[in-house]
Nanobody, 112 residues
Framework: QVQLVESGGGLVQAGGSLRLSCAAS?????MGWYRQAPGKQREFVGI???????NYADSVKGRFTISREYVKNSVYLQMNSLQPEDTAVYYC?????????WGQGTQVTVSS
């Protein structure tokens, strides 16, 4: 069983930045982020593999960056140039031996 704990959400003005963190209870190769806005389905944000190769949704490409720190079993989401449409609950995501795991989510609100 894997536990994921996110932190770093909050309220920011449009154009601002936030950094989300996710700490896993063990070593995991593939980790990433999804988000869910009110009234919408959960959507992919980005993912990073064990070799630190990252892929992003087109909507965040060039603004968001995923990184990881293996020693701390942690993954980070640096979000720059935030816009009101980025407002959502952001969920940490991990895949281990074919099973998916989710964090509890952290709220990000971007005011215009």
């Amino acid at each position: 069983q894997v536990q994921l704990v996110e932190s770093g959400g909050g309220l920011v003005q449009a154009g601002g930045s936030l950094r989300l963190s996710c700490a896993a209870s063990g070593s995991i190769n593939t980790m990433g982020w999804y988000r869910q806005a009110p009234g919408k389905q959960r959507e992919f944000v980005g993912i990073i593999t064990g070799s630190s190769a990252a892929n992003y949704a087109d909507s965040v490409k060039g603004r968001f960056t995923i990184s990881r720190e293996y020693v701390k079993n942690s993954v980070y989401l640096q979000m720059n140039s935030l816009q009101p449409e980025d407002t959502a609950v952001y969920y940490c995501y991990a895949v281990l031996r074919g099973s998916e795991y989710w964090g509890q989510g952290t709220q990000v609100t971007v005011s215009s």
